[in-house]
C-alpha cells in the first residue's frame, strides 16, 4: 500500500465541525529541504504515530531533525457544508521542540526556534499545539485529490516529535473567527467597584455578531448580572465591564453567544481582591536583618524602605571597608576580615525616621544567608531576552516601588550567549547583549544585583553554549562582568549520565563549577538546577550550592503549583541560614508568558496569595518571572507586603511543618527567629471553608496574639477562632506568645 489516508467526517448539532484527521505519517531521520515537495516519493520511509514522541516508537534517544509527511484527500463536501467559507484551520498535536510545516510544498507556518535561526520565531517546546490557517481557496490545496503536509521537526534534546491526540484539517464555523480574551487585560481596582476590558478579536472578513453576559457570584449566589450586544467587526474590538461590585474572593464569569449558530465563549475568573494596606509616608527599613559575604569581595547592599521621598539615608558603626551614599541608599565596598560584625541603617524624610540593626556575617561560606528576591527573565521573555529587556525591567523593578521591598535581584536565563566561543575559548554574548559589563555596571549603580545563567553540559536547554570543560574561564568572565548570581541548569549534561545515575555522579559537575566560583573575587550565589534529581537537598550544600531546584519547571495554572508547592514539607526542611535553601521554582504572578506573547497568569488572585503564602513559609527564593513593566495594583499589592515577605526572609531560614487538619485543609507552621512562629491555612478544595481554628490541634495548647499579615492587622488573642477561607485561599497568621 503506498500510504494511509484516514478521513473523519465528524458533526454536531451545535458546530458543524467536519473534518479531516490524520494518526500516522511517513517518517524519516534527517534533513533534507526535497523532503518538502509534494511529488517526492516516501514510498520507502517508514511509518509513524503522530500522537507520541518518535523515541517511544523505535528511536530511542535521537536527537536532530527528522521529517512527517502525511497524505490526505480533503473532500469537496466539507466546502459545501460549511456555514462561512473562508479559512481552513490545519491543527497539529504538539510538537518537541520546533516545526516547519508545508502544505504541497507550500510552507504555512512555523513554531519555535530552528538552528539556523538562534532568535527563533515564537515559542515552541512541548505543550504548544500547532494552529496554521489558509484561505480555502488557496492554490496550492488539492480538493478530492492527494494533498501532502511536510512538517519538519528539530528537537534539541529529551523526547522528540508529534505527540498527544490533536491532527487534522477543517473548516471553521462562526464562533471559531472569534477570540474572546477576558485574562489578558487586567482589573481596574477603584475604592468599591472593579472593571475591565474584554476583547475580541474577529478574523473573519465580515461582522460577526453575539451577546456578553457577566454575572457576578460569591460561592453560588449571584450578586450581579447583567448583558450586552456585542458586534465584532473584522480585527479587534474591546468591551467595557464596569462597575463590578468589590468583594474579596468574588468570582465574574463572561459568557459570550455567538448569533448564528449559538455557539458560546467563556471565561470564568476570581476578581482580584486587595489585601496589603496601603505604604505610609513614614519610611519603613524593610531589609533582611541578616546579610553575608565572602571577605575582600566586591559588597552592595541597597537600603530597601519605603516612605515619601525624598529620603535621606545613614548608617553608624559600618565595617571598615564599606561606605553609605546618603542619596541613593547604597551600601559599597569590601570587608577584608572573616567575622560577625552589625551596622544599624537609618532612612529619613519630612514624615519621620526609621532605623534597623543588620547582622553582617564575613566568611567564605556566608554568601548567602536569607533566600534570595529579585527577577528572572525565563518566565516572561524565555530565549527572546535581551538587553534592552533586561534594563527595561530594572527600571520597572525601580519605578514600581517593588525594590523598597528587596527585591534586588536582575537574573538573566537562557538566551544570552553567542552560538561559539571567541578564539581564546572565552564565551560571549551574542548581540542581544552588546555589552555584559556596562550591563552589570548599569545593574549596579542602581543598588540592582546581576545574575547569569549556564550549564555543565555543552549547550544550554535552549541549545547556546554550555560551561563544559570552560568552567574556570567562564566564572573569570562572569566575575569581570560583575556577576552576582549563576543560575547552573543541568540540560545537555544528562547525555553523560548512567541511567539512572548516582548521587556521585550527580555531584560532579556541580562540584566542578563549584572550585571556580571558589576563585572568583567575588559573592556569587550559586544556584543548582537538576531538578531535584538524588534528593539534593540533602547534599547540595555540600557541592558548594546556596540555592537548589527540589522540582521539576512550574507553569501559572493551579494543578501546577499545587502538585509542586504542597510537596515541599520535606525538601524545606534541609533549609537553613548556614546550610541554603530549596528552590521550587520561580513565581508565576504578573505577566507570564514564556515568549514574546505574555498573558496574565492563570492563577486566581486566592491561589496567587496562596503562592506567596506558601513560598515565604517554605525560605524559598522569591524569584519573579513576570513583566515587571506590565505591573497592575493587584500584582503590586501581592509582592509589596513587607509583613509577608519578612517570613521568607527570616534569619533562621527554616521550613515549616504540615499538620493536615482535614481532607483538603492544611496547617503549615514556621519556627521564627524571634521565638515566635507563622502559620499558614491552606484551602486545596474546590469550595470555600468556613471553620474554627483551635491551636491546640496542632500543639500550640497557651495563649496567643494572632496577627493577620496580608491584611496587617491583629485578630482577637487566644488560642482559638472562626475564618473563611476562599476556594485554593489562604490565611496567614503570625503568632506570639
Not at 490526505?72 to 520546533?98: H, R, Y
Not at 513554531?111 to 515552541?124: A, C, I, L, V
Not at 535552549?462 to 547552573?488: C, I, M, N, P, R
Amino acid at each position: 500500500m503506498r500510504y494511509l489516508i484516514f478521513i473523519f467526517l465528524l458533526y454536531s448539532s451545535s458546530l458543524s465541525a467536519q473534518q479531516v484527521q490524520f494518526k500516522t505519517a511517513a517518517f524519516k531521520t534527517g534533513d533534507d529541504p526535497k523532503w518538502a515537495d509534494q511529488n517526492f516519493d516516501d514510498k520507502d520511509w517508514g511509518t509513524i504515530k503522530t500522537n507520541a514522541y518518535w523515541e517511544n516508537q523505535g528511536y530511542d534517544k535521537y536527537d536532530g531533525f527528522a521529517w512527517y509527511r502525511i497524505h490526505f484527500i480533503i473532500p469537496s463536501s466539507l466546502k459545501e457544508q460549511a456555514v462561512l467559507k473562508e479559512n481552513i484551520e490545519i491543527f497539529l498535536g504538539s510538537i518537541d521542540d520546533a516545526d516547519i510545516t508545508f502544505l504541497n510544498g507550500v510552507e504555512i507556518g512555523r513554531t519555535g526556534r530552528m538552528p539556523e535561526n538562534p532568535d527563533g520565531y515564537k515559542s515552541g517546546g512541548r505543550l504548544n499545539e500547532r494552529h496554521y490557517i489558509i484561505k480555502a481557496d488557496l492554490p496550492s490545496l488539492h480538493w478530492d485529490r492527494d494533498n501532502v503536509i511536510a512538517i519538519r521537526v528539530y528537537d534539541n534534546g529529551g523526547n522528540g516529535g508529534m505527540y498527544l491526540e490533536n491532527e487534522g484539517i477543517r473548516f471553521w464555523d462562526p464562533v471559531n473567527y472569534i477570540k474572546m480574551e477576558a485574562y489578558n487585560a487586567p482589573f481596574m481596582i477603584g475604592e468599591k467597584t472593579v472593571s475591565k476590558k474584554v476583547s475580541f478579536q474577529n478574523q473573519y472578513s465580515q461582522i460577526l455578531k453575539g451577546t456578553l453576559v457577566t454575572t457576578i457570584k460569591t460561592d453560588d449566589k449571584v450578586i450581579r448580572s447583567f448583558q450586552q450586544n456585542v458586534e465584532l467587526n473584522h480585527g479587534e474590538t474591546f468591551v467595557n465591564v464596569e462597575d463590578m461590585p468589590r468583594i474579596d474572593a468574588a468570582t465574574v464569569s463572561f459568557v459570550f453567544t455567538e448569533s448564528l449558530q449559538n455557539a458560546i465563549l467563556q471565561s470564568v475568573q476570581e476578581i482580584p481582591y486587595i489585601l496589603t494596606p496601603k505604604e505610609k509616608n513614614t519610611p519603613q527599613i524593610n531589609n533582611a536583618s541578616l546579610v553575608g559575604t565572602k571577605p575582600n569581595v566586591p559588597f552592595l547592599l541597597k537600603i530597601a524602605v519605603t516612605g515619601e521621598r525624598p529620603i535621606s539615608f545613614s548608617a553608624k558603626q559600618l565595617p571598615k571597608g564599606l561606605k553609605l551614599d546618603a542619596v541613593t541608599g547604597i551600601i559599597t565596598g569590601q570587608v577584608e576580615l572573616e567575622g560577625e560584625y552589625s551596622f544599624t541603617i537609618s532612612a529619613k524624610n519630612i514624615a519621620g525616621k526609621d532605623e534597623k540593626k543588620i547582622s553582617l556575617l564575613i566568611g567564605n561560606d556566608k554568601v548567602l544567608l536569607t533566600p534570595p528576591m529579585g527577577w528572572n527573565s525565563w518566565n516572561c521573555w524565555g530565549l527572546a531576552v535581551s538587553d534592552e529587556r533586561v534594563k527595561a525591567s530594572s527600571n520597572a523593578m525601580i519605578n514600581s516601588g517593588l525594590i523598597n521591598h528587596g527585591w534586588s535581584y536582575m537574573n538573566i536565563d537562557d538566551g544570552w550567549e553567542s552560538e561559539k566561543r571567541a578564539a581564546d575559548g572565552n564565551i560571549e554574548a551574542n548581540n542581544k547583549f552588546p555589552d555584559m559589563k556596562l550591563l552589570g555596571d548599569y545593574l549596579h549603580s542602581r543598588g540592582l544585583k546581576f545574575g547569569i545563567y549556564s550549564s555543565p553540559g555543552t549547550t544550554t536547554c535552549g541549545g547556546f553554549l554550555g560551561s563544559y570543560q570552560h568552567e574556570e574561564q567562564d566564572v573569570k568572565t562572569y566575575a569581570a562582568w560583575g556577576v552576582d548570581y549563576l543560575k547552573y541548569d543541568l540540560c545537555s549534561y544528562r547525555k553523560l549520565y548512567q541511567t539512572p545515575p548516582g548521587i556521585p555522579q550527580l555531584q560532579a559537575p556541580y562540584l566542578v563549577m563549584n572550585e571556580a566560583l571558589k576563585r572568583s573575587g567575588r559573592n556569587i550565589v550559586y544556584s543548582l538546577c537538576e531538578y531535584g534529581m538524588g534528593e539534593v537537598w540533602k547534599w547540595g550544600n555540600q557541592v558548594g550550592g546556596n540555592v537548589w531546584r527540589t522540582t521539576g519547571d512550574i507553569t501559572d495554572n493551579w494543578n501546577s503549583l499545587k502538585t509542586i508547592g504542597f510537596s515541599q514539607e520535606i525538601p524545606s526542611s534541609y533549609n537553613s541560614n548556614h546550610y541554603g535553601f530549596g528552590d521550587p521554582d520561580m513565581l508565576i504572578v504578573g505577566y507570564v508568558g514564556w515568549g514574546d506573547h505574555l498573558h496574565i497568569t492563570k492563577l486566581s488572585a486566592s491561589e496567587q496569595y496562596t503562592h506567596i503564602s506558601l513560598w515565604s513559609l517554605l525560605s524559598a527564593p522569591l524569584m519573579l518571572g513576570c513583566d515587571l513593566s506590565k505591573m497592575d495594583a493587584f500584582t503590586y499589592n501581592l509582592l509589596s507586603n513587607d509583613e509577608v515577605l519578612a517570613i521568607d526572609q527570616d534569619a533562621l531560614g527554616k521550613g515549616p511543618k504540615k499538620y493536615e487538619i482535614e481532607k483538603d485543609l492544611q496547617i503549615w507552621v514556621k519556627d521564627l527567629a524571634d521565638g515566635n512562629k507563622a502559620i499558614g491555612i491552606f484551602n486545596l478544595s474546590e469550595s470555600s471553608v468556613k471553620k474554627t481554628i483551635n491551636l491546640k490541634e496542632i500543639g500550640m495548647n497557651e495563649q496567643y496574639k494572632i496577627r493577620d499579615l496580608w491584611r496587617q492587622k491583629n485578630l482577637a488573642a487566644g488560642n482559638k477562632f472562626e475564618t473563611v477561607i476562599p476556594v485554593h485561599g489562604v490565611l496567614l497568621l503570625k503568632i506570639t506568645k
